[in-house]
């Protein structure tokens, strides 16, 4: 198996690992990879040793870790990744099938039973991962949840916000379109939002 290459790979780092950093920075630095962190996991059954012995029991929480999805300009063994990032080479998966249910997964996307995780925390260095990501999650989104999203980055702000704000944070994670179809919609909710603040505030 070790030998066999691949192009695309997933990967699980925890951060008690004392090797943590040096793992998070080389994959980061050798690889076109995405990723986001992962706090708020549970575990979905029981767990046990080989022995019968209890491990984790299913509600409870895991340890914070990472998902990364990589992808490698040419095939590589999960051998040569795991040598590279000082990664136990049990924690790498070559991804055999659909490369955009691993980047779905990244936030849980389709799978009910477990956290759901913002399309925000995920994050990369590679700009066409991101574009591709996004466009994965918001093309399979309704235009209601579209401007759902949009509007939770008002309710989440604790101060007044522009509309060239509002405007980038759509263009940033990809619903510029739906700002812009709806300009007059969201200069309404930006007004009615801003309206809470005293006009005297300073920007």
């Known amino acids: 198996m070790n030998n066999k290459r691949f192009y695309n790979f997933t ?15 080389a994959l980061k630095m050798n690889y076109d990879c995405i990723y986001i962190r992962h706090d708020k996991d549970l575990f979905d059954e029981d767990l046990y040793d080989e ?13 914070p870790h990472y998902h990364f999805v990589i992808k490698c300009k040419n ?22 099938r659909s ?3 691993a980047l779905k997964y990244l936030i849980h996307y389709g799978c009910d039973n477990k ?4 399309v925000d925390e995920v994050e990369s260095l590679n700009i066409n991962l991101i574009k591709r ?11 209601e949840e579209q401007t759902e999203k949009i509007e939770d980055f008002l309710k989440n702000s604790t101060q007044r916000v522009k509309m060239s704000q509002l ?14 179809r709806n300009l007059s919609y969201y200069k309404s909710v930006l007004d009615e939002y801003n309206s809470r603040f005293d006009y005297n505030e300073r920007w």
């Not at 925890?14 to 998070?24: L, N, P, S, V």
């Not at 990501?133 to 235009?143: A, G, P, Q």
């Open 115 to 118: 956290y759901q995780y913002s």
């Open 75 to 96: 095939a590589k063994t999960i051998s040569s990744i795991a040598k590279i990032c000082n990664i136990d080479e049990h924690m790498i998966e070559p991804i055999k």
């Open 167 to 180: 405007g980038a944070y759509a263009r940033n994670i990809g619903l510029w379109n739906v700002f812009r």
């Open 51 to 63: 022995n019968m012995n209890l491990l984790h029991s299913a509600g409870e929480q895991k340890k």
């Open 11 to 25: 990967c699980v780092i925890y951060e008690d690992d004392k090797r943590f950093q040096e793992q998070f920075v």
């Open 133 to 143: 990501f996004r466009k994965l999650i918001f093309d399979d989104t309704s235009e």
């Open 99 to 101: 490369f955009n249910g």
